[in-house]
């Protein structure tokens, strides 16, 4: 004869397995909001070099735990010249451009809305904007696959099959594909569209062999380890309504 548990003994087992399930998940994250940036406002020290003393600098900030944000704001003090913004987030005390894999372009958008909700809350929105957006791993992890199933691309000498300089090929190419794709639904829900500008500089060309595995992952099969694709290049944004 098989033991038969009690319905109240199943129950109370039920449950205390749920609370065991249920303190093994990770804490969810709360929302930042635009109420928790801070803001300070520099307007000569801390301007770029070459930048008139009339120019200006704003620094929003945002942090989580060991996780911290920041949205500079340069105006040039030339109306000419757009307001350049610089976004950057990173782990720890120690300030860091690099790539992340632990800041995926999720969690680096986290910060990115409630500091550009304060920005234009703060500030007199405008028609353009310069973006840098640094540590956007996902843009690059893309990058190679694009360029592999795109005619314009010579994989055998690793340059545009046309004429033109590989700057201009590379932003043709990322603007009419879906490399920034997360970064462009954020930007459309501040009401603003965001493209790949000129400025394109540093690019990288490696043999398939040499990519990060990321990288290698968004290739199509028929690729040889001898091919030479785009696999990083430095790149600003443009912001326009």
Request: net charge positive; aromatic share 10%.
């Amino acid at each position: 004869m098989f033991w038969k548990a009690h319905p109240c003994r199943r129950t109370g087992f039920a449950v205390l397995l749920l609370a065991v399930v249920w303190w093994s998940l990770p804490a969810a994250r709360a929302q930042m909001t635009a109420a928790q940036v801070t803001v300070e406002q520099n307007t000569e020290s801390g301007v770029p070099t070459g930048v008139p003393a009339k120019g200006a600098r704003t620094v929003y900030a945002l942090s989580d735990g060991a996780e911290h944000a920041e949205l500079i704001v340069d105006r040039l003090g030339d109306l000419r010249l757009k307001t350049e913004l610089r976004f950057n987030v990173w782990q720890g005390e120690r300030r860091s451009y690099r790539d992340n894999a632990a800041l995926p372009i999720g969690r680096r958008l986290d910060f990115f809305r409630p500091l550009m909700e304060r920005f234009f809350e703060t500030e007199k929105p405008e028609a353009s904007y310069g973006l840098l957006f640094y540590g956007y791993k996902e843009l690059y992890d893309r990058l190679p696959g694009l360029a592999a199933r795109d005619s314009g691309w010579n994989q055998r000498t690793g340059r545009p099959v046309r004429k033109t300089a590989g700057y201009g090929y590379l932003q043709e190419l990322l603007n009419r594909g879906p490399a920034y794709q997360e970064l462009a639904e954020a930007v459309a829900a501040l009401h603003y569209r965001v493209r790949i500008a000129g400025g394109m500089e540093e690019l990288r060309v490696l043999p398939v062999s040499k990519l990060t595995e990321a990288q290698r992952k968004g290739l199509p099969p028929q690729v040889k380890q001898t091919d030479l694709l785009p696999a990083r290049i430095a790149i600003d944004f443009t912001l326009t309504h």
